[in-house]
């Protein structure tokens, strides 16, 4: 029971380091081109997170998550 914590544990942890490396693609500098940058961000952190090798057809095995909707 306790090898199935640790394993929720480290799963969790994952997402959390990829929420907040999402946040961090967000950290730019304010001002009149904060929207067109942001939306620049997204474009490109959108086709990494769809591009990147070994991302065509997901990850792993499972449920398929739609990057879209998720940042949106």
């Given at each position: 029971?306790q090898?199935?914590?640790?394993?929720?544990?480290?799963?969790?942890?994952?997402?959390d380091?990829?929420?907040?490396?999402?946040?961090?693609?967000?950290?730019?500098?304010?001002?009149?081109?904060?929207?067109?940058?942001?939306?620049?961000?997204?474009?490109?952190?959108?086709?990494?997170?769809?591009?990147?090798?070994?991302?065509?057809?997901?990850?792993?095995?499972?449920?398929?998550?739609?990057?879209?909707?998720?940042?949106?």
């Open positions: 029971m090898e199935q914590a640790a394993v929720a544990t480290a799963f969790q942890a994952t997402f380091l990829f929420e907040t490396g999402v946040r961090l693609m967000y950290q730019i500098p304010a001002g009149a081109t904060q929207r067109r940058a942001t939306r620049k961000i997204e474009r490109a952190l959108r086709e990494w997170l769809q591009r990147r090798p070994g991302a065509e057809f997901g990850d792993c095995p499972g449920v398929r998550l739609d990057v879209n909707t998720r940042l949106a």
